[in-house]
């Protein structure tokens, strides 16, 4: 079990070009989420998978966000035509059918948009 | 709509010496109740839990917190602070939609 790994840390990148994260959670979890935190918030909710399936997505994923979960093994969150206020640091969290009650998070993807 | 409230931005407290984290809720039902430390360039690590039952909860790391209905609070305590707790503190509730909403945290600093 080597936890849930997120891949870049960190990207800077400039405003107007796309950005893609990738979540590669626990390997039995079924389920997997991602969530936005900006500078002195609490981390927010985006959307939620099941398996591959993409069940629910908050209205904070406008339509420049699309998320992905092929397989229902790894994720990928992607950002068109980033903005400067898209800067957060963007979580992934995967359980399995205990679902909230245990829940892990990885390090996050650090997003800066010039 | 469900909210969870962390009324203290910042706090202080010297090595060895007791702490209290506030946390209070908007939840009409039983709230899911969740306490999460998060150190700078980790993610968060679940601290403690509340899903019914005893409303004195035991976490990892020697914290502990209560669930109060009468005053919707979920406060964390410890006895006797180390350095190693100084991070960022964030209490969280399951909303109607089962999804966990976090408070703003509370970022703790510890003194020697």
Request: aromatic share 12%; charged share 20%.
């Amino acid at each position: 079990d080597t936890g849930v790994s997120q891949d870049p840390r960190h990207k800077i990148t400039k405003r107007g070009q796309n950005v893609t994260f990738r979540c590669d959670p626990i390997s039995e979890h079924n389920r997997l989420y991602w969530y936005r935190q900006t500078l002195g918030q609490g981390p927010e909710f985006l959307t939620y998978f099941q398996n591959e399936a993409q069940l629910e997505k908050s209205r904070l994923l406008s339509d420049r966000f699309s998320a992905e979960r092929p397989k229902g093994s790894f994720s990928t969150l992607e950002i068109q035509r980033t903005e400067q206020g898209d800067s957060a640091m963007y979580l992934c969290a995967s359980s399995s059918d205990r679902g909230l009650e245990k829940l892990f998070f990885g390090s996050g993807t650090q997003l800066s948009v010039l | 709509a469900q909210s969870v409230t962390q009324p203290d931005i910042h706090i202080t407290v010297s090595e060895g010496a007791s702490l209290e984290l506030r946390c209070n809720y908007s939840y009409g039902a039983t709230p899911y109740l969740f306490w999460y430390v998060q150190s700078p360039g980790q993610g968060l690590q679940l601290l403690l839990k509340y899903f019914s039952g005893d409303t004195l909860v035991q976490g990892i790391k020697g914290f502990e917190a209560e669930f109060k209905r009468s005053q919707s609070s979920f406060n964390l305590r410890k006895p006797s602070v180390h350095w190693s707790d100084a991070a960022e503190y964030f209490c969280a509730v399951v909303g109607a939609t089962n999804k966990l909403i976090f408070g703003t945290g509370t970022l703790l600093a510890v003194q020697p």
